[in-house]
């Protein structure tokens, strides 16, 4: 350390470039690092991933559709700001500490744990407001009038009443739970149109009103 110290004395500059060195070579290992993680193959390179959720992808419009534009695994599951992505990969490690105890690694094992795993990610996308869904869908752009009658409705209701997209889109790409309740969800909805006085008809064109005096 006192020949460091020395050198630094004798040759300032040298030091100086050593030192800015050093960070451009750190600071580039370090988003090298960053980016080679935030791949779809290395999303995959875990079996579990490849073998369960990455089969249930690859039979999802995200996967392949008309368009042609796919949304990649770190598309939905890794933010693109800096610092939302850092702190993802820092409570990415608590996955790695699972991988490694093979918390997952057999589908009898995922099964039992798909519910806890998919509310962990419903309730992250509730929080941030669906951050990474809007990355692409955003509300803003959509043509209304490109979409199905129910589809336009649903958008306006849930902008009304402050929903955010993962409360309806749920089990899209992924198969849903077993134990997810898909009734009592619509149930809720239900409700709360039937509350709201919203016509059944906008949804179901071809349904018949009850008869007069009682209700749905």
């Given at each position: 350390m006192a020949r460091l110290g020395t050198a630094k004395i004798k040759y300032p500059v040298t030091g100086v470039m050593a030192f800015f060195l050093a960070g451009i070579l750190f600071w580039g290992g370090f988003n090298w690092s960053l980016e080679l993680t935030n791949t779809e193959s290395f999303c995959i390179s875990c079996h579990a991933?490849?073998?369960?959720v990455y089969k249930e992808y690859q039979g999802s419009l995200h996967y392949a559709n008309r368009s042609g534009v796919r949304a990649t695994c770190p598309d939905c599951h890794v933010p693109r700001e800096w610092v939302h992505k850092i702190v993802r990969k820092v409570g990415a490690v608590n996955e790695l500490f699972h991988w490694m105890r093979g918390s997952i690694s057999t589908p009898e094992k995922f099964e039992a744990k798909r519910l806890a795993l998919a509310r962990h990610v419903w309730t992250s996308m509730e929080q941030t407001d669906s951050r990474e869904c809007r990355n692409c869908h955003d509300r803003d752009s959509m043509a209304q009038q490109a979409q199905t009658v129910s589809a336009g409705v649903m958008h306006g209701l849930a902008d009304g009443w402050g929903e955010t997209c993962i409360e309806c889109h749920k089990g899209i790409?992924?198969?849903?739970?077993?134990?997810?309740?898909?009734?009592?969800?619509?149930?809720?909805?239900?409700?709360?149109?039937?509350?709201?006085?919203i016509d059944c008809k906008l949804c179901h064109e071809a349904i018949a009103a009850p008869p007069k005096g009682e209700e749905w």
């Amino acid at each position: 350390m006192a020949r460091l110290g020395t050198a630094k004395i004798k040759y300032p500059v040298t030091g100086v470039m050593a030192f800015f060195l050093a960070g451009i070579l750190f600071w580039g290992g370090f988003n090298w690092s960053l980016e080679l993680t935030n791949t779809e193959s290395f999303c995959i390179s875990c079996h579990a991933m490849e073998a369960f959720v990455y089969k249930e992808y690859q039979g999802s419009l995200h996967y392949a559709n008309r368009s042609g534009v796919r949304a990649t695994c770190p598309d939905c599951h890794v933010p693109r700001e800096w610092v939302h992505k850092i702190v993802r990969k820092v409570g990415a490690v608590n996955e790695l500490f699972h991988w490694m105890r093979g918390s997952i690694s057999t589908p009898e094992k995922f099964e039992a744990k798909r519910l806890a795993l998919a509310r962990h990610v419903w309730t992250s996308m509730e929080q941030t407001d669906s951050r990474e869904c809007r990355n692409c869908h955003d509300r803003d752009s959509m043509a209304q009038q490109a979409q199905t009658v129910s589809a336009g409705v649903m958008h306006g209701l849930a902008d009304g009443w402050g929903e955010t997209c993962i409360e309806c889109h749920k089990g899209i790409v992924h198969a849903l739970p077993r134990e997810f309740d898909i009734y009592a969800t619509m149930d809720e909805l239900h409700e709360r149109m039937e509350r709201d006085g919203i016509d059944c008809k906008l949804c179901h064109e071809a349904i018949a009103a009850p008869p007069k005096g009682e209700e749905w």
